[in-house]
């Protein structure tokens, strides 16, 4: 080796251990475990991290003390619901606005039964476990679309449905408990802040929403609504819907008048939640007849299909379905992005959010900008109607707030360092070596 060169390789080196940055021991790395993510506590998330934008407000962190103080932890309470609830309820009724219709009643879980003298198909009643539809809900998918969505969550068995649906890029919408999230705050933070999906809401305790009072019905979907407010960065969700498709009239309106959701419903029963029952009504053979079915007929119109993230079972229903809605060129779309926005104050889970409260009627998502692009569909065809939506999500345009740097800007300053000492030390060696 010349002199030259064997000065050039120490000033090199020299150089380099000038600008690397020490990095930490990793004695102290927790060991991997079972999940498929990193824990949030991981250093990759402080280099690759994008967290979902919130309103500006901070709230507790999900699955605190904090954050779970002053909800009921059981029941839907209607002791301590917050007053605007309450009086925007009574405005609602005294306007008209909430028909008076009769609560029905459920005995041993079979299909609710109305009073003598209303027909849950009549236009006054229109319950919706009778299959009446009525303008405004949500039953159909456009041609060509499958609007994904699940059930029940979170829970335990949701970690291999999130893990499937990152691994295939798929976002779905999910009908959240409210006292599962309570319980299951680990996975609700995965399906949100990590799968960055569509949160909507399932009541808090999962009952026949047409045994209920006006108040209770309040209670069921006002404390879903606040605790996935506070749980998503300010968002308010724009979609619900009711468990065992039990809703009417009444019903409807309490949740549309009062608190702004739109009621979804479905075209197609796997029955799959009964899968872990101990008397189930179908099969996983059943199930995969069906959606052989389904997925291969007609595409008019678009297939909304009630499944769930209750067990192994069921979300093993959807995983062993899902190649036929790609093979079948089915355009698959987050069921709470068919329509305008997923949320009543922000477009989906990541983009800006506008603050509100729950039960703010007036409030908007923010303008779209004009020159961002058309969300783009996870789909191997694209539905022919004219009616289809816009799919996936909409482009970022926010600029790097004050300190923050690109990338490029960052690298681009250490190379300049790097070169301008480099040069130096190389001058400085040919001196010594010409002298």
């Known amino acids: 080796m010349s002199r030259l060169s064997a000065i050039l390789l120490l000033a090199t080196s020299a150089v380099y251990a000038s600008v690397t940055p020490a990095h930490e021991s990793h004695t102290e790395n927790k ?14 998330h402080a280099l690759f991290k994008r967290g979902p934008v919130g309103d500006g407000i901070i709230y507790p962190a999900t699955g605190t003390p904090e954050w779970s103080a002053g909800f009921p932890p059981a ?59 009525t303008a405004g809900d949500v039953w159909d998918a456009p041609p060509g679309v499958i609007a994904l969505s699940f059930d029940d969550g979170p829970l335990p068995a949701s970690d291999q449905l999130y893990q499937f649906l990152a691994n295939h890029s798929e976002h779905v919408t999910h009908f959240f408990i409210g006292t599962n999230i309570l319980l299951y705050p680990e996975e609700f933070k995965i399906a949100f802040e990590t ?47 009711p468990p065992y498709g039990d809703s009417d ?57 009630l499944e769930h993230e209750l067990s192994d079972l069921s979300v093993k229903s959807f995983i062993d379905a899902y190649p036929m809605m790609v093979s079948n060129g089915w355009t698959r779309l987050s069921l709470a992005q ?75 300053v250490a190379s300049l360092a790097l070169t301008g000492i480099t040069a130096a030390i190389v001058a400085a060696a040919v001196g010594t070596i010409m002298a």
């Open 31 to 44: 060991p991997p475990g079972n999940r498929w993510y990193h824990e949030d506590d991981h250093p990759v």
């Open 75 to 133: 029941t839907a309470d209607t002791t301590m619901l917050p007053q605007a609830w309450v009086d925007a309820l009574n405005a609602a009724a005294l306007a008209g606005k909430i028909p008076d219709i009769p609560q029905s009643t459920s005995t041993n879980g079979l299909d609710p039964v109305y009073p003598t003298g209303y027909d849950p198909m009549s236009a006054t009643v229109c319950s919706s476990t009778a299959k009446c539809v």
């Open 195 to 241: 799968n960055q999906d569509d949160i909507a809401v399932h009541t808090w305790t999962h009952p026949y929403m047409t045994t209920k009072s006006n108040i209770e019905i309040l209670a069921e979907l006002g404390w879903t609504m606040e605790l996935i407010h506070n749980s998503t960065g300010g968002r308010i969700p724009r979609y619900w819907r």
């Open 249 to 305: 009239m009444r019903v409807r309106a309490v949740a549309k008048e009062v608190f702004g959701l739109t009621t979804v419903i479905w075209n197609q029963d796997t029955d799959d939640w009964t899968l872990s029952e101990p008397v189930p009504l179908t099969t996983p053979e059943k199930i995969q007849q069906q959606m052989t079915q389904w997925l291969t007929g007609s595409k008019t119109p678009g297939l909304v299909i």
């Open 338 to 412: 068919l329509d305008a926005s997923a949320y009543q104050n922000a477009w989906n889970s990541t983009s800006q959010v506008i603050p509100a409260k729950v039960g703010d009627l007036a409030v908007k998502p923010p303008a779209r900008p004009s020159t961002t692009a058309k969300p783009m569909a996870t789909t191997a065809k694209k539905p022919t109607s004219s009616s289809a939506p816009s799919s996936g999500k909409p482009t970022s345009t926010k600029k790097p707030l004050g300190n923050q740097k690109s990338g490029a800007t960052h690298f681009s």
